[in-house]
């Protein structure tokens, strides 16, 4: 079945520790890729996002992503974590002209100080 | 920045009620959608809508549900008979033409009792 995969459902890291959270999707053809973040209370917000070109893509607060086609891998990364980053993380995607957007699990960071 | 706004952020109805979700789409965006999100569960696709009708929806979208966009500024999604499973954070977001760049809501936590 098509889907959106991440493989960690909880991530603990103390701060400045660095973090890869992997998202793998099964869908064929041109995908729009995403990357949600969601602070506890708060609504989701967009991260960064992947449609074409550089397969390495920069977010905001210092979070990248980098796509790789060949794994249908869209994993995200971050050289240091801070506190503030404990949230929980969406991978998202949208397959080639559906506009649909499709929801991976989640992965809850959570960041010890 | 512009924001998608929904009302209200908490609602507590009995099984079998009626409720409605409202919100406020950005002004100029065209495409609307409903997510929810189970506790504990990943955010799923409810609804799409795109000129004044719905262009696709998925297997929990039953005859219980419906959407409309009663005066061109807001997006409601009413679930005419509320069950116990429908207690969620539903999700309102919007987007532009031809653009896949979503913009959500804080969300609506609906429990049913």
Known sequence: ?113 | EPEVTQTPSHQVTQMGQEVILRCVPISNHLYFYWYRQILGQKVEFLVSFYNNEISEKSEIFDDQFSVERPDGSNFTLKIRSTKLEDSAMYFCASRQTGYYGYTFGSGTRLTVV
């Open chain 1, 1 to 113: 079945a098509q889907s959106v995969s991440q493989h960690n459902h909880h991530v603990i890291l103390s701060e400045a520790a660095s973090l890869e959270l992997g998202c793998n999707y099964s869908y064929g053809g041109t995908v729009n890729l995403f990357w949600y973040v969601q602070y506890p209370g708060q609504h989701l917000q967009l991260l960064l996002k992947y449609f074409s070109g550089d397969p390495l893509v920069k977010g905001i607060k210092g979070f990248e992503a980098e796509f790789i086609k060949s794994k249908f891998s869209f994993n995200l990364r971050k050289p240091s974590v801070q506190w503030s980053d404990t949230a929980e993380y969406f991978c998202a995607v949208i397959p080639s002209n559906t506009g649909k957007l499709i929801f991976g699990q989640g992965t809850t960071l959570q960041v010890k100080p």
